[in-house]
């Protein structure tokens, strides 16, 4: 249902602010590990599956989410969401001990699985065909930020207290969720979510997984995975790596990832859609592909602080770059298909997010330098992948 344009930008930027929260949040956890690491005598591995563990429970959630969605209206499964995410940062900042720890993101993540789609959903709703690529572009450039920026920020709270940046996690959840409850509407009538919810049952989760084999989507998703993977590893390590390796403080990669993220974001706000028309979708995420799996490896021989910096600041500019492009490619691609492609794009992400801590946290106590050669492999195998994408898959997709 189409909206007046001042109420549908209204509407946008609480959609785009809820998103991005919830991913603030996912990353406020980053720079504080390396001092919960030490405090509580955490292995690396252990970290890693703090964060993979988050991604397991939205993963697990999303298909039940996603039908929620459908079947009880867009808002109240945003609000229920924002409500669960605030009380995981809650119970995280409270926590003593490991297991807690973990409740708290199995929670997280299940607030995840119902933010989501329920804003992907919601955006879909209140644009055009022609707007929506632009406004889920909007959609996965909040999703970025939030993630990048999230360390940045918590590593800042961090100087006045290691649980003060769970605190504020929850504080600004808890404020999204009661600003959605009184400015979102619900954009659909009873009569279209039960039209909705009838078409949904015919359709099952298994299903989903089969139809993105298609060879038109699975490159593309099998890039999602690439992504979610190396990004998630890199950052993953990323403190601790800085922590172990030079003695940086948690202000010292605050300040590396807040330069990073603003360099990404600004990069991405004015030179993002030049950049696409100048060299295709395609050609752009496997330029991010070479300079990722470059600056990888780089990552494991320099050692000065501005270094790190520069390496970091176009490390996050490929991961900012690909996220966008490929979701720009799959929305173009989807057509009538825009909440199957936008939830199998969730679930390879959340499936890269599991793998990805994971692998880097058991690596980097074995070698801390092996994380970062592993990542690059990752996007050294994603770029060979791109070899097999088709160009004119996009026209045939639109020709049909």
């Not at 299940?110 to 909007?138: C, H, L, N, W």
């Not at 950052?235 to 330069?259: M, N, Q, R, W, Y």
């Not at 599991?354 to 994603?382: C, T």
Request: charged share 10%; glycine share 8%.
């Amino acid at each position: 249902m189409m909206k007046p344009i001042k109420e549908q930008k209204t509407l946008l930027i609480i959609l785009l602010s809820n998103i991005f929260i919830a991913f603030l949040g996912i990353g406020l956890i980053i720079p504080v590990m390396p001092s919960f690491m030490n405090s509580m005598h955490l292995s690396g591995s252990t970290m890693g599956y703090l964060v993979a563990v988050f991604a397991v429970a939205q993963l697990l959630m999303s298909p039940f989410a996603g039908r929620f969605v459908d079947r009880y209206g867009r808002k109240k499964i945003i609000i229920i969401g924002l409500f669960l995410f605030g009380i995981s940062e809650l119970i995280f900042g409270l926590g003593t001990n490991v297991s807690v720890f973990y409740l708290s993101r199995i929670l997280g993540g299940i607030s995840a699985a119902f933010i989501m789609p329920g804003v992907s959903a919601y955006v879909a709703d209140i644009t055009s065909v022609q707007e929506r690529p632009k406004a889920m572009g909007y959609l996965s450039a909040a999703i970025s930020t939030g993630f990048i920026i999230g360390p940045g920020i918590g590593g800042f709270i961090a100087e006045y207290g290691i649980r003060l940046p769970f605190f504020f996690a929850a504080a600004i959840a808890f404020l999204a969720c009661i600003s959605s409850i009184f400015i979102l509407k619900e954009p659909l009538t009873k009569e279209q979510l039960a039209e909705i919810s009838a078409n949904t049952k015919q359709t099952n989760f298994i299903g989903d997984l089969k139809r993105s084999l298609n060879p038109l989507y699975f490159i593309a998703f099998i890039i999602v995975f690439v992504l979610a993977f190396g990004l998630s590893a890199y950052e993953t390590v990323f403190s601790l790596f800085s922590d172990h390796k030079f003695g940086f403080t948690p202000k010292d990669i605050a300040v590396i990832i807040t330069i990073s993220s603003i360099f990404g974001v600004v990069v991405q706000v004015f030179m993002f859609g030049k950049m696409v028309d100048l060299l295709g979708e395609k050609k752009l995420i496997q330029l991010c592909l070479i300079i990722g799996a470059i600056l990888a490896i780089a990552s494991t021989v320099i050692s000065s602080f501005l270094a790190v910096l520069a390496v970091a600041c176009f490390i996050f500019l490929a991961f900012d770059l690909l996220r966008p492009a490929l979701t720009t490619y799959l929305s173009k691609n989807a057509g009538k298909e825009q909440g199957f492609v936008a939830g199998m794009n969730s679930t390879y992400t959340s499936l890269g997010t599991i793998v990805g801590p994971a692998m880097g946290g058991i690596l980097f106590d074995v070698n801390i330098h092996y994380p970062y050669l592993f990542a690059a492999v990752i996007m050294v195998i994603g770029l060979g992948i791109t070899v097999m994408w088709k160009e004119n898959q996009l026209t045939e997709s639109l020709v049909q």
